[in-house]
C-alpha cells in the first residue's frame, strides 16, 4: 500500500473515474460498533468497498441484507465487505440493529470518501436535481489496487455479481 494521505484528511482534487489496476484511494473511517475501517488494517485482504445513498430506505436495506446474506461466503475468499454512506454512526447502529446486518458499515459524514472515489454528485429523483451518492461498489485486491468497478448498480443480483467476480478472481 503506497504511503498517501486518507481521504479522510484531505480534501480529492477532482476525482478521476476510477478504474481496475488504479490504486485505491486511502480511506480511515469510523463504523458502527465504535471502531475504525482503514485500507491499511485489511491490508492483505480483498475489500468489497460498497457506496450507498441512505440507511433504511428500500434499495439501500436490501443491498445491505444481501450483503449480509453472503458474508460468509466473502470472508471465505478472505474478501472484507464494507458498506459507506454520508450517515452518521448513530444511524450506522440502529440500521445494523433494526435489520441484523454483519457487514462493516463506515460513516463518511464529511464526504471525503465519496469523493476521492467519484460516487459524489448530482443525482435527479422526480426531476429534483440534488447532491448525492452513486450507488458503486468497488473491489479492491489485497495490494490495494481496484480489481473491479460497478456503477449505477441495480441491487436485484448485484451481490451474487460481486461474489462471482470473487470467486473467478481465485480462479486464476
Not at 28 to 40: E, I
Not at 100 to 110: C, K, M, N
Not at 151 to 159: A, E, I, L, N, S
Request: net charge positive; hydrophobic share 40%; glycine share 10%.
Amino acid at each position: 500500500f503506497a504511503a498517501a494521505k486518507s481521504c479522510e484528511t484531505r480534501r480529492p482534487a477532482m476525482a478521476k473515474e476510477l478504474k481496475p489496476g488504479d490504486p485505491a484511494p486511502p480511506f480511515d473511517l469510523p463504523t458502527a460498533g465504535g471502531g475504525r475501517v482503514s485500507l491499511g488494517s485489511l491490508k492483505g485482504k480483498r475489500i468489497v468497498l460498497y457506496f450507498y445513498p441512505k440507511d433504511d430506505t428500500p434499495g439501500c436495506t436490501l443491498e445491505a441484507l444481501n450483503f449480509t446474506e453472503k458474508a460468509k461466503a466473502f470472508a471465505a475468499k478472505k474478501t472484507a465487505v464494507v458498506g459507506v454512506s454520508r450517515d452518521t454512526v448513530a444511524k450506522h447502529e440502529k440500521f445494523a440493529a433494526k435489520h441484523g446486518l454483519s457487514v462493516i458499515l463506515a460513516a463518511d459524514d464529511e464526504g471525503l470518501c465519496t469523493e476521492a472515489y467519484g460516487v459524489w454528485g448530482e443525482k435527479t429523483l422526480y426531476g429534483r436535481k440534488f447532491m448525492g451518492i452513486e450507488r458503486a461498489t468497488f473491489l479492491l485486491d489485497a495490494k490495494g489496487k481496484i480489481a473491479h468497478v460497478w456503477r449505477k448498480v441495480r441491487v436485484p443480483g448485484h451481490v451474487e455479481d460481486v461474489l462471482k467476480v470473487v470467486n473467478a478472481l481465485d480462479a486464476k
